[in-house]
């Protein structure tokens, strides 16, 4: 299965996406939202990694434009903020499945990613 991760941590993202690959997922990492765009351009990801806050660009313009490229595709979103900390991101982006801290373990991630795409 395909998965994007779109994190300005590039530690970080590289250290979901070795995990990811581990349990034989192909998986790609976006530094901002306009390598994102261009991903979801070339490819179809059944599952979207998604920081809510994007230094370079919008979590929610990405998860926009994914939505209408790839209506299929399901966004687990993460943060280490309190944005919509109220589960409004579920009411913003219709492809929104989960909403967890980025400092949610990659074991746990990589559940996700398995139960989710399932949906997908």
């Known amino acids: 299965m395909n ?7 590039a530690k970080l993202g590289r250290i979901w996406q070795r995990h990811l690959q581990r349990q ?14 261009d ?3 070339e490819q179809f990801y059944s599952i979207i990694i998604l920081d809510v806050v994007l230094e ?7 998860a926009d434009y994914a939505s209408y490229r790839h209506p299929d595709a399901r966004v687990i979103f ?13 009411q913003l982006c219709s ?9 949610t ?3 746990d991630l990589a559940a996700m990613v398995e ?5 997908a």
Request: with cysteine; aromatic share 8%; charged share 15%.
């Open 78 to 90: 993460v943060t280490n903020t309190s944005f919509f900390s109220d589960g409004s991101i579920f």
């Open 3 to 9: 998965v994007l991760i779109v994190q300005n941590d």
């Open 24 to 37: 034989s997922h192909v998986v790609d990492v976006a530094l901002d939202q306009d390598s994102a765009i």
């Open 39 to 41: 991903r979801l351009h």
């Open 105 to 107: 373990e990659p074991e």
């Open 115 to 119: 139960h989710y795409a399932k949906t």
């Open 56 to 62: 370079g660009g919008s979590a929610i313009a990405v």
């Open 95 to 103: 492809n929104a499945c989960a909403f967890v801290p980025s400092a």
